[in-house]
């Protein structure tokens, strides 16, 4: 299927690793223009690599710490400069802190962080992007929530109810932008085996001698009910849903939280 993605201007951020590196390439092989954001450089420029390769006509480079406040004006400029315009963003930086000893243990450090890196950098860039989306007729964005803000996991209370905000926001953005023709739409990321959570398996598997169906059915017994699956998801099939929702084949998807977890029962 062809996404008619050709030539658009894609921004994506938290794009060296995971579910921003897979959406920058499903969009790259869609032929968008792609700038890609991250704090660091290696990462960010085996991204640029891989989306040449994958099709994007030019792919432009972005270092940036985003939970910087100046930095989201700086990273939008740059944008604008290159490409003229943006017609998409992807939000997918958020760092997930896991805290065991729950939520009395998650003091105001974990919060300000949360609130930081999951939340503020997206509002920061939608408030941003929008004028941009409006000058060229219209757009979309795609937020990176989580299935954990329907779930109910102490141990990273303060990081499900940041995404719950980020959400909540997005369905904001989608009523109030809709007569702009700006759609915007959350995914909502079960179980996903991203690079760093794929390394924080092998180092368990090879401390316990565990196999990967081990990992998995651990990881179920710990997080109950959080999927129908008998695997993780991959961070491209996230970066597939993420082309798909940010294209004009889902011009009728608007204010959507897209659960993308191998079936759960919430």
């Not at 997918?92 to 939520?103: L, P």
């Not at 105001?108 to 950098?121: H, K, P, T």
């Not at 109810?161 to 932008?177: C, I, S, V």
């Not at 990967?212 to 017994?221: G, I, K, L, Q, S």
Request: aromatic fraction near 6%; proline fraction near 4%; charged fraction near 25%.
């Amino acid at each position: 299927m062809d996404l008619r993605l050709r030539d658009a201007v894609a921004l994506v951020t938290g794009a060296s690793a995971g579910m921003g590196r897979a959406s920058a390439l499903a969009l790259a092989a869609e032929g968008a223009r792609v700038v890609i954001v991250a704090r660091n450089p290696e990462p960010l420029a085996a991204t640029a690599h891989e989306a040449r390769w994958a099709g994007a006509p030019q792919v432009h480079t972005v270092l940036a710490d985003l939970t910087d406040p100046e930095a989201a004006g700086a990273v939008v400029d740059e944008t604008v400069e290159a490409f003229g315009g943006i017609d998409v963003l992807v939000n997918t930086v958020g760092v997930c802190e896991v805290e065991r000893g729950g939520i009395l243990a998650q003091d105001d450090g974990y919060w300000q962080r949360a609130f930081q890196s999951v939340l503020l950098v997206d509002v920061r860039l939608c408030r941003l992007v929008v004028p941009q989306l409006r000058e060229r007729g219209g757009g979309a964005i795609v937020n990176i929530s989580a299935m954990s803000a329907r779930h109910y996991l102490p141990v990273m209370a303060h990081y499900s109810a940041m995404k719950a905000a980020l959400a909540h926001f997005t369905k904001n953005l989608a009523r109030e932008f809709a007569a702009d023709h700006i759609r915007a739409n959350a995914v909502m990321p079960g179980m996903i085996e991203s690079e760093a959570v794929a390394a924080a398996h092998e180092q368990r598997k090879e401390k316990r001698g565990w196999s990967d169906e081990d990992v998995f059915r651990d990881a179920v017994e710990r997080y109950p009910l959080v999927t129908f699956a008998d695997r993780f998801g991959r961070p491209e099939e996230v970066g597939d849903l993420v082309a798909f929702l940010a294209s004009p084949r889902a011009s009728y998807i608007n204010g959507a939280l897209v659960n993308i977890d191998g079936g759960s029962i919430f």
